[in-house]
Every structure is written in structure tokens, then in C-alpha cells.
């Protein structure tokens, strides 16, 4: 009789994974997060860890659509955060400002001061709608553009708390 082969779960696939990513060993780490995959092929946590390894590899298409599994089966900050970081990585600023923007709009980081979670103003979140619209229209950049963008940073840089989106005055010389 041979040896039965001991039966491995998905969690210990990931496991296995996770701890080769930590090492260094991406290639490896890929292997055993798509044997978890298959097993389970709706658990995000695997695809955000195979994202990081195929990023390690530098397999940026295959990492951006693992993290992009990842946000459809769980839109969360890691996951949107992840995949920002990836779109810049591959030049795609238009979607990576997407990607901030609802970064933004979900649940927010908690303030270093304080336990209390922080949570975006509706000024703060005009501001980010203002942001993305303009980095549209900047794509577009058309002459009728022109006039739109104009007008949306002249409400950007008149934002009425200063502090928080006027910049800094510049020092007398």
C-alpha cells in the first residue's frame, strides 16, 4: 500500500502561501493560493494575497485582475487600496484616482488621537467628486473641457475651510 496523501484545506493552502510571500518565494506562494482557489473560488482574502505575489512577479495584469476578484467579492479599503496601488504601478492614473476616491467614500481610517473612527464631510466628499470630475474631463481634454475644468478648480481652490484644501501661504522672501 502507498501513503495516502493527507488531505489539505483551503485555509492551510493559504496559510502555506501567505508564509512563502513573507519569504520572498512569490512564484510558490502563487501555486498554493490558486490550489486554495480552487477549492474555494469566492474566498477574497486568497485573491488579495495572490494579487501581492503576481505584483511580486511582476505580473501586473494578472495581479490587477485578482485584485479586481478582490473588490468585487469584497469592496473594502485593503482591497481598493491594493488595486489603486496596481493601476498606478501600470501607469493608470484614471483609475487609480477612481479607486481614491472611493477609498474615500468607504469606511474610514481611525484618527491617530482618538479611537473614534473619522468620517469624510459632505464638503470633503463635493471635494473628491470635484477631483474626479476634473481628472475625467483632463482625459477628455477637449476645447469645451477647457471651460469646465476652469470653473472646477476655481470651486476646488475656493473650498471653505482653508486649512484643509488651500495650500500653505508661500513664506515672504
Known sequence: MGIQPSKVSHYDLIKEGDAMLKEGRSDEAIERLSGALEM???YWVA????????RNEGMLEASLADATMAVTLHNSRSTRELRRDIYNLLGDTENANLDEVEIMKLAP???????????????EV?????IEERE????????????N???????????TDPQWVKPPSRPSQ
Open 136 to 147: 475625467k474631463l483632463k482625459a477628455e481634454l477637449n476645447k469645451s473641457s477647457v471651460a
Open 40 to 42: 474555494v473560488p469566492d
Open 126 to 130: 463635493r471635494y473628491w467628486a470635484l
Open 47 to 54: 485573491y488579495i494575497k495572490r494579487a501581492r505575489a503576481y
Open 149 to 159: 475644468l476652469l470653473q472646477i478648480n476655481k470651486e476646488v481652490i475656493n473650498r
Open 109 to 123: 481610517k481611525k484618527d491617530a488621537n482618538t479611537t473614534k473612527k473619522t468620517s469624510l464631510s459632505d464638503d
